[in-house]
């Protein structure tokens, strides 16, 4: 493999572990703006897409490069989709454990698969069925670990798994149509209205500097996670892109207790959380025919 080549691969690679580092950050900074500033998820999910539009707005500027829309459907679900688990995402976050909250989000990828199996016929594979049906076990570790009682604030992280799923349907068929400028711009000021029109009672003028901190420190891990996997995605196959980004999974999972003052994970939990990160790879490596 020429040198140049691999070098590539590996800016690829770093930049995909770096977004899944960066995605980690923003629900950490929600744990740690707890007990300092009282600011809604949805406020959170607010500052993350408007900070994200003015972002996409001076980089086009910079490129001049126009807005291209077609299928306005695709990126108006996109956005729907999006927007919804990223609020879903930070409420479980605000509820539970980071840890929980991260990886009931990295599921998105077996729902993508089961969906897939179910709406088409060309996709339906009895192992892949399979390999669902054990993550499926594994979420169920997550979500009530000890009783067999089901956790009902895990829900939440349940449900930005599931509504993420939908979303990255919508970028997939998308891409087929829109350039990333494009999709990110609708997906960011669209994202930042329909929080502002769904939860503008939880929204307000940032009045002291914590507020201020937590607000725009989120963002930027968010919007940064948003770029690093854009720019990491050039260099890498989508199957590696997509194991190196489920690593997220024991990143939370490692982390949660030293840096998030999570509860260490249980012993079940930690079998639920390598049950969804083995069939991620699994799913993943399937896509490419592997």
């Known amino acids: 493999m020429p040198k140049t080549l691999k070098t590539r691969q590996l800016i690829g690679c770093l930049c995909i572990f770096a977004s899944a580092f960066c995605f980690y950050l923003t629900t950490v900074v929600i744990r740690w703006s707890k007990g300092h500033v009282f600011?809604?998820?949805?406020?959170?999910?607010?500052?993350?897409?408007?900070?994200?539009?003015?972002?996409?707005?001076?980089?086009?500027?910079?490129?001049r490069q126009p807005l291209r829309p077609r299928r306005y459907d695709l990126l108006f679900g996109r956005m729907a989709f999006n927007c919804i688990a990223v609020y879903c995402f930070y409420k479980s976050v605000d509820l539970t454990s980071v840890a929980e909250a991260n990886i009931l989000n990295m599921t998105f990828p077996v729902f993508v698969a089961l969906f897939s199996w179910i709406l088409l016929k060309e996709q339906r594979d009895i192992t892949a069925i399979g390999m669902v049906m054990i993550a499926f076990a594994g979420i169920w570790l997550i979500l009530s670990p000890q009783n067999m009682g089901l956790k009902v604030e895990n829900l939440w992280g349940l449900a930005s798994g599931i509504i993420a799923s939908f979303s990255i349907i919508?970028?997939?068929?998308?891409?087929?149509?829109?350039?990333?400028e494009t999709i990110l711009f609708?997906?960011?000021?669209?994202?930042?209205?329909?929080?502002?029109?769904?939860?503008?009672?939880?929204?307000?003028?940032?009045?002291?500097?914590?507020?201020?901190?937590?607000?725009?420190?989120?963002?930027?891990?968010?919007?940064?996670?948003?770029?690093?996997?854009?720019?990491?995605?050039?260099?890498?196959?989508?199957?590696?892109?997509?194991?190196?980004?489920?690593?997220?999974?024991?990143?939370?999972?490692?982390?949660?207790?030293?840096?998030?003052?999570?509860?260490?994970?249980?012993?079940?939990?930690?079998?639920?959380?390598?049950?969804?990160?083995?069939?991620?790879?699994?799913?993943?490596?399937?896509?490419?025919?592997?």
């Not at 897409?49 to 910079?62: D, P, S």
């Not at 919508?170 to 990333?180: E, P």
Request: overall charge positive.
């Open 39 to 63: 600011i809604d998820p949805a406020f959170f999910a607010f500052a993350r897409f408007l900070m994200g539009f003015i972002v996409i707005c001076a980089v086009m500027g910079l490129k």
């Open 170 to 180: 919508c970028l997939n068929l998308s891409r087929r149509y829109h350039d990333s």
């Open 186 to 290: 609708f997906m960011f000021g669209l994202g930042a209205v329909a929080m502002w029109l769904l939860f503008h009672d939880k929204i307000f003028i940032p009045t002291n500097r914590a507020e201020l901190y937590y607000l725009t420190l989120c963002s930027v891990f968010g919007i940064g996670g948003q770029y690093l996997i854009t720019i990491g995605f050039l260099f890498v196959t989508a199957v590696e892109g997509s194991i190196i980004s489920s690593t997220r999974i024991l990143l939370a999972a490692l982390l949660g207790p030293l840096i998030a003052s999570d509860p260490v994970l249980s012993f079940s939990g930690w079998i639920g959380a390598d049950l969804i990160f083995t069939t991620n790879v699994y799913l993943a490596l399937r896509k490419s025919g592997r």
